[in-house]
């Protein structure tokens, strides 16, 4: 079983667990014995299966049963044997005689271990990783405070039957007063201390096993001094760009029109490309976006000053005020700029567009100068549902005679992964988010998963007959490419919903890393889960990272020339694309398994439910860094955080305020 099924069979026992012990409870008040019995030896099974259960996801590793382990089994251990002890023989013995009253610790003690085996469950979604002392004391004073509770209410139950004499009631509850008084100040103690340590202060930051804050023997740095390069390289061009961010109603090719939000009044936005060694300089400006706008290139490594995240690396461009990017294309490949404030409404509603970035020499790996080619950049968004590649939703038809070098450039601008599937060739997998693939080989019939923000480079020559990039599969949405215009037949189009997904970490051939990661200077974990935490100073059932929502994470510091690796474990039952800005990312391992094909170096990895991935990076670009779940509805929920350079400073406000 995988570790997502795992988990779903942990949370499934559990409930069942929950409703074992509260109907053996109610069937004790009822005096359902026969009933109670049963239910009370099912509820025993299904507490050691789930023991069961939780040993084998412990094996998947710790962060899975955490909370598990060190507070819900033996909470619901100790209730459940003294509920066995207590109940078991009596219901045992009254089980033929229906209707007789069973003493009041009999259902107190069932209902006792039901409320533990509900806490237990909510602990996990509620409180997720990691368990801290505030979780574990209130737990134990809401399961003590409903053990009091029920004790007097079936207390006096009993009293109203008036089976005692009125001296022995008022004795009786004198010491029942007495006992519940005591007890009840030791639940609000356990309890308020509990509360009191929800409030105490985080770290700021973590170091990962590397040194803490230098004693500032050295130059700090502004976010004024990470700005980009003023001219381009030796023999390169300036490119200048005007983007306008505005409001504007767009039509699709099927005639469908869309209210959006758009740079220059199209979706998506003007195409940047540049030759490698240009300048890139564009002007962004805003003409009615309230929330205000900015540009962030997602993937590429420009300075941090350049980077786009609002209060941390500028202030949002605010309707009629403008703002100057200025950096040198060093970096080839394919990629995507966004806006960076109010992502997720943002970039949803239009606000990106494509950067390519191609080689002096005109060369990419797998492409060659004999042939004619064929370059297109296709953006996939989702639009209210309707799924639009490039500035076409349906099906998007282009010409490439035979043996033409075809390079589709995929980019997934949506929060969401897609599946792609390319019929009808063979086809290499060229490069991976701007990055070229270590010889690559030739595949077929496969599927691809291109998550959140991610970009492939797929490339092959041009058959005879017609090539179909399905998306999701439907045959309907994609890029059909015929190899004659005049063709006038439909071509078939596979069916490709049971090809197998290639795994890209099999993918390619290995080659030595420029850095040894296994020898690195930090070391982090991230898990990633729901919960309840504080979001922008408000309580929400937040996308938590190791328990808490932004802008309470602390930081992962690092100093300019670490090696830093870290690991992000997903407890959670959606999928994380996760992104780190101004770095890519080496994959090391996915669940243990170290990677085995080509150096898969990324800025967008998904974590699906369950999943355990190891990558590293070098630190090499000085800042302070985004490094957040590119579902951007997440990142909005609280699931971003930073990477803080030792020594690196913001101008503008508190460098925990920046948006997804």
Not at 272 to 292: H, K, M, P, Q
Not at 397 to 409: D, F, I, K, S
Not at 470 to 497: K, Y
Not at 596 to 613: A, K
Request: proline share 5%.
């Amino acid at each position: 079983m995988t570790t997502a099924q795992l988990i779903l069979l942990d949370h499934a026992v559990a409930l069942l667990g929950v409703v074992s012990w509260f109907g053996a409870g109610v069937a004790a008040a009822l005096r359902r014995h026969q009933l109670g019995f049963g239910l009370l030896i099912a509820a025993v099974l299904v507490t050691l299966t789930r023991a069961a259960a939780v040993s084998v996801l412990a094996g998947r590793g710790w962060w899975f049963v955490a909370e598990k382990v060190l507070l819900g089994l033996p909470l619901l251990g100790l209730a459940g044997v003294a509920a066995v002890r207590i109940a078991g023989p009596r219901l045992w013995a009254a089980r033929k005689a229906a209707g007789e009253r069973l003493p009041a610790s009999c259902v107190v003690s069932l209902l006792t271990a039901a409320y533990a085996a509900l806490a237990g469950l909510l602990v996990t979604f509620l409180a997720g990783y990691p368990l801290t002392w505030s979780t574990a004391l209130i737990t134990v004073s809401l399961v003590s405070a409903g053990a009091v509770l029920t004790a007097r209410v079936v207390a006096r139950e009993a009293d109203d039957e008036g089976v005692r004499a009125e001296t022995d009631r008022h004795a009786a509850f004198t010491r029942r007063r007495f006992v519940n008084t005591a007890v009840g100040a030791g639940v609000v103690g356990v309890g308020g201390t509990g509360v009191g340590l929800l409030f105490r202060s985080t770290d700021s930051v973590v170091t990962g096993g590397g040194p803490a804050h230098s004693s500032g023997s050295y130059q700090a740095l502004s976010m004024a001094d990470l700005r980009g390069l003023g001219s381009p390289s030796p023999g390169g061009a300036r490119r200048r760009h005007v983007l306008t961010a505005k409001k504007a109603t767009v039509r699709l090719a099927s005639g469908r029109e869309i209210d959006a939000w758009t740079y220059n009044g199209q979706v998506p936005g003007p195409a940047i490309t540049a030759t490698e060694g240009d300048l890139i300089e564009v002007t962004l400006r805003n003409s009615d976006i309230e929330d205000g706008v900015t540009l962030h290139w997602h993937g590429y490594d420009v300075p941090c000053g350049e980077d786009g995240v609002p209060d941390l690396t500028q202030r949002p461009v605010a309707p009629g005020e403008e703002f100057l990017y200025r950096f040198r294309a060093d970096q080839v490949g394919t990629y995507w700029f966004h806006t960076h404030e109010a992502s997720d409404p943002g970039v949803r509603k239009g606000l990106y567009g494509t950067l390519v970035v191609t080689p002096r020499d005109g060369q990419r790996t797998g492409e060659g100068s004999d042939r004619q080619q064929v370059d297109l950049t296709l953006p996939v968004h989702t639009f209210a549902g309707t799924v639009v590649v490039g500035d076409q939703d349906g099906r998007t038809v282009q010409t490439a005679p035979p043996g033409t070098a075809v390079r589709l450039r995929l980019i997934n601008t949506d929060s969401d992964p897609h599946r792609l599937a390319l019929a009808g060739t063979s086809f290499r997998v060229s490069a991976i988010d701007g990055r070229d693939l270590n010889h690559p080989e030739q595949v077929r019939d496969v599927s691809l998963r291109l998550p959140a923000g991610g970009r492939y480079d797929l490339v092959f020559v041009m058959p005879d007959t017609a090539v179909a990039l399905v998306l999701d599969n439907d045959g309907d949405t994609g890029v059909l490419l015929r190899s004659d215009d005049d063709a006038e037949d439909e071509p078939r189009i596979e069916d490709t919903s049971d090809w197998s997904e290639l795994d890209l970490l099999r993918y390619g051939t290995p080659a030595r890393a420029p850095f040894d990661p296994y020898a690195a200077d930090r070391d982090f974990t991230l898990v990633l889960d729901r919960a309840v935490a504080m979001v922008d100073g408000r309580p929400a059932y937040a996308q938590t990272v190791n328990g808490l929502g932004h802008p309470s994470i602390p930081d992962l510091l690092v100093t300019e020339g670490d090696v830093v690796r870290f690991k992000v474990v997903n407890r959670s039952l959606e999928t994380h694309p996760w992104h780190l800005h101004g770095h890519p990312v080496l994959i090391l391992s996915r669940d243990g398994k170290p990677s085995s094909g080509s150096p898969l170096w990324v800025d967008t990895f998904d974590v699906r439910p369950g999943e355990v991935w190891e990558v590293a990076f070098k630190a090499d670009n000085p800042g302070i860094w985004m490094n957040h779940c590119h579902n951007l509805p997440h990142a909005e929920q609280g699931m971003m955080l930073l990477v803080s350079y030792d020594g690196v400073t913001t101008d503008f406000g508190d460098a925990h305020a920046g948006h997804g």
